[in-house]
């Protein structure tokens, strides 16, 4: 199973290099939809990241002290330190990291817990948290290329995040979580059917697993999207989801 997901992330690293490898330097400084982040900004925020999960599989001690001094500023400051290097440079340095975190995750011993921002995670949770920042980051540079990028069944790992994450999504928002788990029932690009939650529920979520995994990375606004809820919590839970740790983001606009 790890080595799939390491499969899988290595693969949406690829695609999101497919995009951003052609262009010319000065297009790197392309404004994205985040908000004062261009295409550098992007690949030097999951460069940054990379790094810290490199820190995080060397043990407690290298990921304290790589994350010194961490505030939520950190994150925008790294970004931009990192859009100022040379596009090739930093085309370069991403390439290694994340050959990098794919061999350290791969010899991750079974059981191991990983320190993180949040909650210690395994190696299999952070591959998958790697994949689905990988995959919302490219959704922003595609956006920003005007390039449509095919759903692939690695949104499928995002879609599982954006799931599990449920709780912490009402948690961070100030409400209580809803007591009884919800039916989530997607499609997948090929028309597979992709659930989570018993059959039962009273509550669900259902659509396309491309717009659900649109919602919770905050890629689209609630609005553009053709996800249905069905029950009062499940409504709300549309309305905050996100699949990311940290406070809660900004979203989009509606178009």
Excluded at 12 to 35: H, I, M, Q, S
Excluded at 50 to 77: K, N, P, Q, Y
Excluded at 219 to 246: M, N, S, T, V, Y
């Amino acid at each position: 199973m790890l080595n799939d997901l390491i499969a899988d992330l290595e693969a949406e690293g690829a695609a999101l290099d497919t995009l951003v490898a052609p262009l010319e330097p000065a297009r790197w400084a392309t404004p994205t939809p985040a908000e004062g982040w261009t295409i550098a900004h992007q690949i030097a925020h999951l460069a940054w990241t990379d790094r810290c999960a490199l820190a995080a599989a060397a043990g407690e001690a290298a990921f304290g002290a790589l994350i010194s001094g961490f505030t939520l500023e950190s994150v925008d400051e790294a970004a931009a330190e990192g859009a100022r290097e040379e596009p090739a440079a930093l085309l370069t340095r991403w390439r290694e990291d994340r050959r990098a975190i794919a061999e350290a995750l791969a010899k991750v011993p079974q059981g191991t817990k990983l320190p993180w921002f949040g909650p210690p995670m395994s190696a299999a949770s952070m591959a998958t948290a790697r994949l689905m920042e990988t995959w919302a980051h490219g959704q922003d540079v595609a956006d920003a290329l005007g390039a449509v990028v095919e759903p692939t069944a690695r949104l499928r790992h995002v879609a599982h995040i954006g799931v599990r994450a449920r709780d912490f999504a009402y948690g961070v928002h100030g409400l209580t979580p809803p007591a009884e788990p919800f039916r989530v029932a997607l499609t997948g690009p090929d028309g597979q059917d992709w659930t989570w939650g018993p059959e039962d529920a009273a509550q669900s979520v259902t659509g396309t697993a491309l717009d659900f995994c649109l919602l919770a990375t905050q890629r689209r606004h609630r609005a553009d999207l053709a996800l249905a809820a069905e029950g009062p919590d499940a409504d709300r839970w549309l309305d905050i989801a996100q699949a990311f740790a940290g406070p809660p983001g900004p979203g989009r606009r509606p178009s």
